[in-house]
């Protein structure tokens, strides 16, 4: 049996997305937010990979690693930096450890799936858009769950 995965963004989904004003005070790595990814991992056996633009930098990888490490998790690897955009981003790393993977799902607070085509439609059917303002929520949590613990018909 193959692996699971979670490509898995942060501004938005980790944490609320914050405003031009709120930028000093905001709040990194919500408790509730943080729950509810932990869950996910914990139901499903996923492995986190950073699609995110905090996988560009060493200090907000390590400031993630270190974030996630206090809840129990890690991220496995990072989608590889394409100029197409994260789509082509998540399809590519698709593409390079295909034979790995049994489960995956998407999990972002912007339109991942942009453009027409079967690997759209793909990603569409795995991806799950959370709200900025909130960050993941249990009812997102709950879709990536039936996700990634989907059988194949």
């Known amino acids: 049996m193959g692996k699971k995965l979670l490509f898995c963004d942060v501004d938005g989904v980790l944490h609320p997305l914050p405003t031009l004003a709120q ?12 729950a509810q990814l932990k869950r996910v991992i914990r139901e499903t056996g996923a492995h986190i990979i950073l699609s995110s633009s905090w996988r560009c930098f060493e200090g ?11 809840h129990g998790l890690l991220f496995a690897d990072c989608t590889p930096r394409l100029v197409d955009g994260r789509a082509e981003e ?19 607070d912007e339109a991942v799936v942009q453009g027409e085509g079967l690997m759209m439609q793909v990603l569409a059917q795995n991806f799950v858009q959370t709200n900025g303002a909130t960050g993941i929520s249990a009812k997102d949590a709950d879709q990536l ?3 990634l613990n989907s059988e194949d018909d």
Request: aromatic share 6%; charged share 20%.
């Open 60 to 70: 907000t990888r390590n400031q993630l690693a270190l974030a996630l490490g206090k």
């Open 23 to 34: 930028m000093a005070n905001a709040t990194l790595f919500s408790p509730p937010c943080m």
């Open 145 to 147: 769950i039936e996700i």
């Open 90 to 108: 998540i399809l590519r790393y698709l593409q390079q450890h295909g034979g790995e993977v049994d489960r995956w799902a998407v999990v972002d």
